[in-house]
């Protein structure tokens, strides 16, 4: 006997598969069959007409499905022939007519051309795998990068790519996607296919990468579930070291590129300078948490004493502290994305321009995450302005012994809040050019090497005082809105900004959360089409940042690089 009892719900007919709605007719047929047989039928007792009407029912449900399944099919497939009859028809009014070239006088044969440089043969293009991935270290002195100490991976993610058509995830392998051209590459593919679908408009999943996060680092709806991970600059690393000399490049003779004709593409940009940052991951659209209470709340509370024996005969009432509920903050995530337009002809003539167009401005979107991440990090610590320096204070100076000093007394002022481990190491957040302010006031100190002060020396001035030494882009310069400030349009800066602001707070204070998907897209605009422009890229993802610990400072303090010592100068606490 065929089980009928999941079929008692209607809603089963529409998620069932064909071959189940199949079996279902059948079976439905099969034993109604005996019950309407001549010699049965005008017999039939009342509880077999209620059986007869209920296999009726379940064969008409399953039958009216599978009909309109078919019907549905079949428009469908009517609906392809004539998309890919415009698209034809289209294709053939699109395409260019080539006059004849003059004769030209006979010329002895070029010289072979220089081999394209392609992902598949220039290792830089990689994808990193994931296991792979490490805190990103400053590179500011390619000859001596600073050797940041070891920081804690919170969690490591694997990236997945998913397939269009059928909608499954696979692991990412480096043989099947080798970099940012192979992305762009793929990206006018796919808009090929949207030459003549005609007005309206269009939005597809290119690939998708997914954070595929440990069970034991994603932040869901199960109970006590939690999720830190690497940057998303992981993801992003095809393009962390590619050079200028890697980018030269011949462009096919068309539109607006002459034949033979070879285009120098100079790719500086790099993602160095993004602050490594815990990550978690969001399966909705937000989170809410607490940090708790705070130690130096708890140690200032009402329930301790310290009674003489007098106090304790009189039975003198001990005091309680009650355990007050803390107060919960919601963040939501924040869209950030980038999308890119290009013109028709011009990605026929000159597609290698688009491809690196491309590349630069998903290092850009990189930075503009960060610098957002940064900005919200900022307005989240308490200030300390010690600009201009308090009298008697520790610091005293406004060379790179008063900036160490000012380092060192916040950490401590820290670390005495919280009662933590005197040697525990806090992060120390500076700008890059911190460096170079630094080096310029030790290179002008008596005594000292005037020419060599190592990135590795600087960074052990911070370790020596526990403080692991950050430095970022997207901070304090021209691009995060510091009129004047490092990186400002030709001829640039004359002069570092007189005051230089750091944060300090300890390891694992910030957070930073992340959607589950980093989508890349192509769009059909037939608007677009009309005036010879489609989109090249369109990305978006989640973000969102979280200050899950009580304490994070941001100092600023004013530097001059003089090389004045106290040796040479007077000081004064008064």
């Known amino acids: 006997m065929f089980d009928f009892t999941r ?37 039939l007792t009342e509880a077999e007409r209620a059986t007869v009407r209920e296999l009726h029912t379940y064969a008409m449900q399953a039958k009216t499905e599978l009909d309109g399944r078919i019907a549905k099919r079949a428009e469908d497939a009517a609906e392809r022939e004539k998309i890919v009859a415009s698209f034809a028809a289209l294709d053939e009014e699109l395409k260019p007519t080539t006059p004849a070239a003059p004769a030209a006088p006979a010329e002895p044969a070029p010289a072979a051309p220089a081999p394209v440089v392609t ?112 940057e998303f ?17 011949t462009a096919a003779a068309a539109y607006c590129a002459p034949s033979l004709t070879i285009y120098d593409l100079c790719e500086l940009e790099t993602s160095t300078g993004i602050l490594p940052i ?51 903050t919601e963040k939501r995530l924040r869209n950030l994305g980038v999308c890119i337009t290009a013109g028709i002809l011009q ?10 167009f491309i590349r630069g401005a998903m290092i850009a979107h990189l930075h503009m ?5 940064i900005s919200e990090m900022a307005a989240g610590s308490t200030l300390v302005d010690l600009d201009p320096i308090p009298v008697g204070s520790l610091v005293g100076d406004v060379t790179t012994s008063g900036l160490l000093a ?38 002008r100190r008596t005594g000292v090497d005037l020419l060599s002060v190592t990135d590795q020396a600087i960074a052990g001035f911070f370790s020596d005082r526990h403080l692991s030494l950050r430095l970022v882009y997207d901070w304090q310069d021209a691009y995060s809105g510091v009129a004047g400030g490092p990186g400002t349009a030709a001829p ?33 605009d037939s608007a677009k089409l009309s005036t010879n422009q489609y989109t090249a890229l369109f990305t978006e993802e989640g973000v969102l940042v979280a200050k899950t610990c009580p304490d994070s400072r941001r100092v600023v303090y004013t530097m001059c690089p003089t090389g004045a010592t106290s040796d040479l100068v007077t000081r004064s606490c008064a």
């Open 347 to 356: 990605r026929r003539g000159y597609p290698e321009l688009i491809a690196r």
């Open 119 to 230: 992902p598949a043969a220039d290792p830089t293009f990689a994808l990193p795998r994931a296991a792979e991935a490490t805190a990103l270290v400053p590179a500011v002195n390619p000859g001596g990068a600073v050797a940041a100490p070891e920081r804690e991976l919170y969690g490591r993610a694997r990236y997945m790519i998913k397939n269009p058509t059928s909608g499954d995830f696979a692991p990412l392998k480096l043989d099947e996607f080798t970099g940012m051209k192979q992305l762009a590459g793929a990206f006018i593919k796919q808009l090929d296919r949207y030459r003549s679908v005609g007005q309206g408009r269009l939005q597809d999943p290119l690939i998708e990468f997914v954070r595929d996060y440990p069970t034991e680092f994603r932040l869901t709806t199960v109970e006590g579930a939690a999720d830190q991970g690497v």
């Open 406 to 443: 000012a380092a060192e007394m916040v950490a401590t002022d820290m670390r005495y809040r919280n009662r933590m481990d005197p040697t525990a190491t806090l992060e120390a957040v500076f700008p890059v050019w911190a460096l170079a302010q630094i080096r310029a006031d030790l290179s």
């Open 278 to 328: 815990t990550e978690i991951q969001i399966s909705r659209g937000g989170i809410f948490f607490t940090t708790g209470p705070d130690f130096a709340s708890i140690f200032n509370g009402s329930g301790y004493w310290n009674y003489t024996e007098a106090q304790v005969i009189a039975n003198t009432v001990k005091p309680c502290m009650e355990i007050d509920c803390p107060a919960f």
């Open 233 to 249: 600059a992981a993801l992003m690393g095809a393009v962390d070291k590619y050079k200028a000399e890697n980018a030269n490049q």
């Open 492 to 524: 640039g800066i004359t002069t570092f900004p007189a005051a230089i602001e750091f944060m300090i707070y300890p390891a694992g204070t910030w957070a930073k959360g992340v959607d589950e998907t980093i989508r890349l897209e192509t769009v059909y």
């Open 7 to 43: 079929w008692k719900d209607a809603a089963a007919f529409a998620a069932a598969t064909d071959e189940e709605l199949t079996a279902v007719k059948v079976a439905a047929a099969t034993e109604a069959r005996p019950l309407l047989a001549p010699d049965r039928i005008n017999t």
């Open 369 to 373: 995450v960060n610098a957002f991440v």
